[in-house]
């Protein structure tokens, strides 16, 4: 497990008092309750970025087959263009 830090931080009085009520109703620690948040703040902001990331790999992906496909023709003239594979819509 992760080694835990000491940190000291100001936050306002009305989120200081909502994590106290939190760690109160669950009956964990103010520490806990704060650690859980940020790290599922941290985990969403991830997942956004991979989301992310695999978008534009998708859109590279689309950009590049698109521009190879004459090519693909050139050398293989029974190449099918811009028709579905089997099993997708349209096939």
């Not at 109703?25 to 790290?39: A, C, F, G, P, W």
């Amino acid at each position: 497990m992760t080694r835990a830090l000491r940190v000291t931080v100001t936050i306002p009085e009305e989120i200081v008092a909502t994590v106290d009520s939190m760690a109160k109703r669950r009956k964990v620690s103010r520490s806990r309750v704060v650690t859980e948040i940020l790290d599922r703040a941290s985990r969403e902001a991830r997942r956004k970025a991979l989301i992310a990331a695999y978008q534009a790999m998708s859109e590279e992906n689309t950009e590049f087959a698109q521009s190879a496909q004459p090519l693909a023709a050139e050398v293989w003239p029974e190449y099918p263009r811009n028709e579905p594979a089997e099993g997708e819509e349209g096939a």
